[in-house]
């Protein structure tokens, strides 16, 4: 039984691990089976109802940080909306806001054709602390080879100013030069079709237990030119839908009657994923303004085969 002090440590440790690029779900795995005793009887053994009505909970805590995204990024979400409709009504395609709303559908085609297929399977076949470890492990070593493709492959202003050559464009309701867009949205809105599905297909790679959605994208936008700063915000607009869309896909998992009897625990961790979410994505957008992913590919290869030796 899923208590609610447990679902306050589990949806804080969920709140911060989803955005940080160190995977929430692997370690909603992780830190139950280090406690040990009743926690780590949560997670139960994969392919088990103990297992199942886990994940439901854990499905719970991860809709509660796709609301605390949109909140945070309500104004961004207005504007790409907008922009959207506005595409369709005008069949057009001309605005900042625009392209970012067909870069994000592009971007989550992917995953909303792996994850209903996939997603389940393999979260309960590799929910194992064992698997977990493995792939948190692996984790890290993909955001080494990601600080490694940015460097190599950051495109020079001018070759932006060749995918995007436009004089002026519109961001919203106000007509701004390139120049000045260059430090918001501009970075963004010169990525093209390919490197959206590039990125879409990297975060896929989350429905892995241990591998981060946030690193993976995060990666994949370094692999495709981004810097930090504009890759780590693309990876949060990106999770807004696909945790949304998993949540749906998952709905059956969280009105069973194995999940009914915990629903209060479960509202609980709820509200904590999502403060915790919303302070971590506060805190993030600072933080990829200077800095890169090696402090957290440290922590993964050092968390993740500490875990491997404990746990094999």
């Known amino acids: 039984m899923l208590t609610y002090f447990q679902a306050m440590v589990i949806g804080a440790v969920q709140g911060f691990t ?11 795995v992780l830190v139950a089976s280090w406690l040990g005793g009743r926690w780590a009887r949560l997670p139960g053994r994969s392919g088990t ?11 719970a805590l991860h809709v509660a940080t796709a609301v605390a995204l949109l909140i945070y990024y309500w104004r961004d979400w207005y504007a790409i909306v907008t922009g959207f409709l506005t595409m369709v009504r005008t069949r057009r395609l001309e605005t900042v806001s625009q392209r970012l709303a067909r870069l994000i559908m592009l971007a989550t085609v992917p995953i909303a054709v792996l994850g209903p297929i996939l997603g389940h399977l393999l979260h309960e076949l590799f929910a194992a602390p064992l698997f977990a470890a493995i792939f948190l492990t692996l984790n890290g070593v993909v955001l080494i080879v990601g600080e490694g493709l940015r460097r190599r492959n950051e495109p020079t202003l001018a070759e932006y100013g060749r995918r995007f050559a436009l004089g002026k464009v519109h961001r919203g309701t106000r007509t701004v030069t390139t120049s000045s867009i260059r430090q918001t949205d501009r970075r963004l809105a010169a990525l093209d079709v390919d490197d959206a599905l590039a990125i879409g297909f990297t975060q896929a790679g989350a429905l892995l237990t241990g591998f981060s959605r946030a690193g993976l994208t995060m990666v994949g936008g370094l692999w495709r030119g981004l810097e930090h700063e504009h890759a780590a915000k693309f990876a949060f607009l990106l999770a807004t839908p696909a945790i949304f ?3 749906i896909v998952d709905l059956p998992d969280l009105v069973t009657p194995k999940a009914e009897v915990i629903w209060g625990p ?10 915790t979410s919303w302070l971590a994505v506060r805190y993030l957008e600072h933080y990829f303004r200077t800095r890169t992913l090696l402090p957290f590919a440290v922590y993964c290869l050092i968390a993740g085969v500490l875990s491997i030796v404990h746990f094999g």
């Open 245 to 247: 869309g998993a949540g």
């Open 18 to 28: 989803e955005l940080f690029p160190i995977s929430s779900l692997g370690h909603s």
């Open 49 to 59: 109802d103990a297992a199942a009505t886990y994940l439901a909970f854990v499905v």
């Open 266 to 275: 479960i509202l609980l961790g709820a509200i904590v994923s999502g403060i």
